[in-house]
């Protein structure tokens, strides 16, 4: 069983966030949500957004993976 980190934003305008809660709700094993407040284009826009995603995600890989 993988372990999944997902990036879900209440404001995407192309995922509806609904859908990526259902899908990961489905995933057996380990996940990780991030919930944020951007476009889907814009996520990796601030520099200290991202690294508050990279820290969380590198945090899940190290007790997941």
């Keep these: ?6 990036l879900e934003s209440v404001i995407d305008e192309i ?4 859908q990526g809660v259902q899908i990961l ?3 057996p ?3 990780k949500f991030l919930k944020l407040g951007v476009g889907h284009n814009e996520t990796w826009d601030d520099s200290e957004r991202a690294a508050m995603i ?8 190290r007790r997941h993976a």
Excluded: H, K, M
Aim: hydrophobic share 50%.
């Design 1 to 6: 069983v993988a372990s999944v980190a997902d």
């Design 15 to 18: 995922i509806p966030y609904a």
């Design 29 to 31: 094993g380990p996940t």
């Design 54 to 61: 990279r820290q969380s995600i590198d945090a899940f890989l």
């Design 25 to 27: 709700d489905a995933l």
